[in-house]
T-cell receptor, first 114, second 113 residues
């Protein structure tokens, strides 16, 4: 069975600082990995996804993530955050064994302070 | 217009009442999902449907039922609502031909008193 662990429930940072949100997964087969963002009072929006190929994936709003198979990680990074990046971020995994259903982590609340 | 819509957006009800949450999509996707979100718990899958004739239980289906009326419509019912079903509910759709990326509705905030 697949699972996702987001190591930090809350990450406070100052504006223009770099940020890394950590995600580890477990799965016995090849995986697809996703990061979704949820802005206050909104639904979830896809930030980026890893399906295959290059392990460095670039997404919207300047975010990127790196797939590391040996460490079963898919950490999300941004070199310089803005106030508008304040949101909850969810890592998710799917694989063939689950018929490509998504399993979500518990989320990381990123708060960007001025 | 939004691709995935949910009605109502907010609902307050009382213990024991029957509640239906509705989801409609214009993306033409076969797969539809219902999730609930609780603070600190992420999203948990309640039910999912891979086509009109296919309904499957998710992680937390007890106390819920669903109906797939058409490819575009997937409803979630709480037959007898209880306070611990107070949560944010999301509908999502996906197309396996597009890497099964899921597209989410705006959510329904349900409060059971």
């Amino acid at each position: 069975a697949q699972s996702v662990t987001q190591l930090d429930s809350q990450v406070p940072v100052f504006e223009e600082a770099p940020v890394e949100l950590r995600c580890n997964y477990s799965s016995s087969v090849s995986v697809y990995l996703f990061w979704y963002v949820q802005y206050p009072n909104q639904g979830l929006q896809l930030l980026l996804k890893y399906l295959s190929g290059s392990t460095l994936v670039k997404g919207i709003n300047g975010f990127e993530a790196e797939f590391n198979k040996s460490q079963t990680s898919f950490h999300l990074r941004k070199p310089s955050v803005h106030i508008s990046d304040t949101a909850e971020y969810f890592c998710a995994v799917s694989d063939r064994g689950s018929n490509y259903k998504l399993t979500f982590g518990k989320g990381t609340l990123l708060t960007v302070n001025p | 217009d939004a691709d995935v819509t949910q009605t109502p957006r907010n609902r307050i009800t009382k213990t024991g009442k029957r509640i239906m949450l509705e989801c409609s999509q214009t993306k033409g996707h076969d797969r539809m999902y219902w999730y609930r979100q609780d603070p600190g718990l992420g999203l948990q899958l309640i039910y999912y449907s891979f086509d009109v004739k296919d309904i499957n239980k998710g992680e937390i289906s007890d106390g819920y039922s669903v109906s797939r009326q058409a490819q575009a419509k997937f409803s979630l019912s709480l037959e007898s609502a209880i306070p611990n079903q107070t949560a944010l509910y999301f509908c999502a759709t996906s197309d396996p031909g597009h890497d099964n990326e899921q597209f989410f509705g705006p959510g329904t905030r349900l409060t059971v008193l």
